[in-house]
């Protein structure tokens, strides 16, 4: 299983720390938008030590054996976005929530974290969702057990207590 949080923590590291080159896109200084989206996948397990490519590949080869794809407003945490994959003026990065992307950029020439809208690149843009997480594209069991365990203790002691406010 991979972990979206090992990928986002690769941007995180590297937020504000490198600049953005397509000649220099394999580190440690420097990546392009499709080297950085490789090297946090790797990071989070989701594709094997010494994968890389560019944003048309991750759209043909890459994400289609372990992501979905999904629509614009599905998007959450660890989905990802790739603009315009097929030309040299593409894009591509990581949601951080349906607003907010981090993704390595000329523009910022850095990695950077910044608004969605209007910072994705040029249309058409495709999004996909990873499969096989463990941790934030997964519910939140815990809570969920909590409320369930919540509302059976309320069933069970309704009539004793008469009215059940709620505290959570």
Sequence with gaps: MGS??????????????VS????????PNSYD??????FALIAGGFIPEGSMGWTGSLND?????????????ECRRGDIFLSKYWANDGHTGVFLDNATIIH?????????????DGRMGPEPTEYYRLNNTDDENKP??????LKVRIYLWELKNKNRLGEVVHAC
């Excluded at 080869?61 to 407003?73: D, G, N, V």
């Design 4 to 17: 979206i949080n090992n990928m986002i923590q690769w941007f995180k590291d590297r937020e504000g720390k």
């Design 20 to 27: 953005y080159s397509q000649d220099g896109r394999l580190g």
């Design 33 to 38: 938008c499709s080297s950085a989206v490789y």
């Design 61 to 73: 080869t890459t994400l289609p054996p372990i992501a979905k794809k999904i629509s614009r407003s």
């Design 104 to 116: 390595c950029n000329a523009f910022d020439n850095n990695i950077q974290t910044t608004v969605a």
């Design 140 to 145: 939140d069991t815990e809570r969920q057990t």
